[in-house]
Every structure is written in C-alpha cells, then in structure tokens.
C-alpha cells in the first residue's frame, strides 16, 4: 500500500531533521523543486509503502526520473537491485525481447527470477544490497530498481 504524507503530516519535520539536507528529497536550495508552489506527492512530498513479508516491487525508475530516499522502518529487511542509469536502454531492450514487457510502458510489472543469469545474459552490471531497519538507501536519478 503506497501513502502519501500530508505537508501537514507531524512525522514530516522529525523526518526533515533526521535526513540530511544533502539527500532530502526536495534537495539543495538550488533544486528546482524549491521553486514549486504545491508539494507534489512522492516528489517533494515523501510516500510510505506498506509491504507484507514476501511482497515485491517490480522494475522501475522514480516519477519524473527523480533520484529517491528510501527508508526502512522494518521489521525486516528489503533486498534491492538496481542498474545504473547507463545500462536501463539495455536492460528494457532485453525484458521486451525475452518477456515482451516494456519497463517503461507496463513500469513495475517485472521482476526477474534469476539475478545471475540475467546478469549473464545482458552483460550489465546489477547491484545488489540489503537494506536493514534503520538503514537509508540513496537512488541516483534515472536509476532503474527493483
């Protein structure tokens, strides 16, 4: 379940003291999204997501190819994957060829079943992590994830 956080939200400025400006989600005073007159939900605004044990996240970039701030409030902890901004052209040509999804046309409905041979067979490199409780991962721009 996605939520957005109300600009009004209590939680909101516990959140803005806890993260460092440099990662904050609306960025350096030099940020273009400083200049917007509305928050916009899960661009200026953070979103939670809500997941039980075993749910998952299909492929994706960020709305508008914005990088993210992404925290994990657990109780478990979430295993990622990513591809660098330079290798997503490859990444979605191969999906589409091998199981006719386009990433960006059906975003999120994809999910590869074996990291390794993916890894393999489109010849990019895929990051792995683990992120645990309390952990904060950062996601440049146009990075693709899952």
């Given amino acids: 379940a996605n939520i957005d956080l109300s600009a009004q939200c209590d939680?909101?400025?516990?959140?803005?003291?806890?993260?460092?400006?440099?990662?904050?989600?609306q960025g350096a005073p030099s940020n273009i999204l400083q200049l917007l007159r509305s928050?916009?939900?899960g661009v200026t605004l953070p979103q939670l997501y809500f997941k039980v044990k075993g749910a998952w996240t299909g492929g994706h970039e960020e709305n508008?190819?914005?990088a993210s701030v992404n925290c994990c409030h657990g109780p478990?902890?979430?295993?990622?994957?990513?591809?660098r901004a330079e290798h997503a052209k490859k990444l979605r040509k191969f999906v589409l060829a091998e199981y006719k999804i386009d990433l960006?046309?059906?975003?999120?409905?994809?999910?590869?079943?074996?990291?390794?041979k993916l890894q393999k067979?489109?010849?990019i490199p895929i990051q792995t992590g683990i992120q645990h409780p309390g952990d904060i991962i950062l996601l440049q721009g146009s990075t693709l994830h899952w």
């Fill in 121 to 123: 067979k489109c010849q």
């Fill in 104 to 116: 960006y046309a059906r975003e999120g409905n994809w999910w590869p079943i074996d990291i390794k």
């Fill in 76 to 83: 478990a902890c979430s295993k990622w994957f990513a591809v």
């Fill in 64 to 66: 508008g190819r914005f």
């Fill in 39 to 41: 928050p916009v939900p």
């Fill in 11 to 25: 939680e909101l400025e516990s959140l803005r003291e806890a993260i460092p400006k440099s990662i904050w989600w």
